[in-house]
């Protein structure tokens, strides 16, 4: 059994992270609830944008636009959606899991990635696997420049034929304990299957429109998964530092009686030797 001076030591360095696994869930719970507000003002524009999209793409308009541009598929990207940091529990594993899975798909066409954070391209570049472009480092609040950026690139691999058909997987957030990981299709736009086919009446062209409308589309779209993915991570993170921070507590209370237990033993033992010491001079 371990000393008493060698729990005491343990009991205090498990205290101390404690200390920190606590801290790090409250600064966690306190950027959840702003970037909970992000995501909840970009949903309704982004998801009206898509209907609008599809069922201008299912009107039968003669509509041109290199963007909605259909051609056979043999090459699909995959915008891959992680995280920087880690200890936010099983957020990254499971995003990597739906990628793996998508990228295991056996049907004869060639799967490529374009990475967004460290913990997803660490994993796919250890493996060997093909990846177009990456992107790090956009911090706990990304924003629509970022976005952006990582539009004008997808954009630029589907206009040059690179890609034919572009995918998404991010981490819907649901809830504090629920995130769950999504594929959702990106490009070419899909016609609306609710059965509307609206009349648009577009000025002062289409191709103006389109040029403008388009693009936007591309960046609303990644900006609102980026907005999803970091509140799903910090969700996953303020449960997993509030899991560590009850399991600190738990081992405290072990050590704590273990360290007893070895006092206890330590002073039974000095009196049963004191006892023997003054039967032996009797």
């Given amino acids: 059994m371990a000393g008493v001076r060698d729990i005491r030591r343990r009991i205090r ?134 976005a952006r950026r990582i539009a004008n690139r997808v954009t630029e691999l589907y206009t040059s034929g690179e890609l034919d058909e572009v995918y998404v997987i991010y981490a819907r957030f649901i809830s504090v304990l629920n995130q769950t990981p999504t594929v959702r299709k990106l490009l070419p736009i899909e016609p609306a299957t609710d059965g509307g086919r609206d009349e648009y009446i577009i000025e002062p062209s289409p191709a103006a429109v389109l040029n403008l409308l388009l693009p936007g589309y591309i960046e609303s779209r990644l900006f609102n998964a980026l907005l999803e993915s970091k509140a799903s991570e910090l969700g996953a993170k303020m449960t997993a530092m509030d899991s560590a921070t009850e399991n600190a507590k738990e081992m405290i209370d072990k050590l704590t009686l273990a360290m007893n237990r070895a006092r206890q033993a330590a002073i039974t033992t000095e009196i049963t030797e004191i006892v023997g010491g003054a039967a032996a001079l009797e």
């Fill in 13 to 146: 360095s498990v205290a101390n992270m404690e200390q920190i696994t606590k801290a790090m869930k409250m600064v966690a719970a306190s950027k959840l609830r702003r970037a909970q507000e992000k995501v909840t003002a970009s949903r309704p524009y982004a998801e009206r944008l898509q209907a609008m999209l599809g069922r201008l793409a299912a009107s039968g308009s003669e509509l041109s636009h290199p963007l909605l541009e259909r051609r056979p598929v043999q090459n699909i990207g995959y915008i891959l959606v992680s995280s920087d940091k880690g200890l936010c529990g099983g957020f990254n594993t499971n995003l990597i899991r739906a990628a793996r899975e998508e990228l295991a798909t056996l049907d004869g066409k060639n799967r490529l990635l374009v990475t967004i954070g460290l913990k997803g391209l660490d994993f796919f570049r250890r493996r060997g696997a093909p990846i177009l472009a990456q992107f790090t480092g956009l911090g706990d609040s990304p924003d629509f420049a970022a």
